[in-house]
T-cell receptor, first 113, second 113 residues
């Protein structure tokens, strides 16, 4: 079955607030994780990735946190903007790049202006 | 613009039709993928090609037939599809066959009547 899932299917945040999107995974052997953003009418777009030897990685306005103890991944978006409205997917690589990514179902983020 | 272009963007076909989806990547990548995205389901991997050779066929019905003439082009030939095949078909590429950091096209929205 699916080993990657999301705690919340939808998330609404006020413009300017920070957003946190959560993801749980069940395969403790997974060593690579990635977040994608999918806007309406477009394909998934890479946001940020992280390997299991790290617990935090920052990009532009985004931070990914990895807690291997509880097998939890989160994506934090600072100062959320209307353009951040989209579906966000997490994915894991269960076997060091030798097997396909396992995707979660996605969380829809809606930004309230 | 992700560097992965898919045509057509939308396709409506009857169950007896034959059609083809096209994908072209301008990123110099060696691996290309077909994914199926249905409502409320995670992305489903269909086929993987590396250096024009098929490396993965994820138990896809034979009514879907992929073709990869070179590392930049990927086709998905469709014939005698079923209504449940209606979905968004996404093409992706990656530098190598490590299944990491996939670059997706915008997809072809397929409706089977």
């Amino acid at each position: 079955g699916e080993s990657v899932g999301l705690h919340l299917p939808t998330l609404s945040v006020q413009e300017g607030d920070n957003s946190i999107i959560n993801c749980a995974y069940s395969n403790s052997a997974s060593d690579y994780f990635i977040w994608y953003k999918q806007e309406s009418g477009k394909g998934p777009q890479f946001i940020i990735d992280i390997r299991s030897n790290m617990d935090k990685r920052q990009g532009q306005r985004v931070t990914v946190l990895l807690n291997k103890t509880v097998k939890h991944l989160s994506l934090q978006i600072a100062a959320t903007q209307p353009g951040d409205s989209a579906v966000y997917f997490c994915a894991e690589n269960p076997n060091s790049g030798n097997t396909p990514l396992v995707f979660g179902k996605g969380t829809r983020l809606s930004v309230i202006a | 613009e992700t560097g992965v272009t898919q045509t057509p963007r939308h396709l409506v076909m009857g169950m007896t039709n034959k059609k083809s989806l096209k994908c072209e990547q301008h990123l110099g990548h060696n691996a290309m993928y077909w994914y199926k995205q249905s409502a409320k389901k995670p992305l489903e991997l269909m086929f993987v090609y590396n250096f024009k050779e098929q490396t993965e066929n994820n138990s896809v019905p034979s009514r879907f037939s992929p073709e990869c003439p070179n590392s930049s082009h990927l086709f998905l030939h469709l014939h005698t599809l079923q209504p449940e095949d209606s979905a968004l078909y996404l093409c992706a590429s990656s530098p190598g066959l490590d299944y990491e950091k996939l670059f997706f096209g915008s997809g072809t929205q397929l409706s089977v009547l």
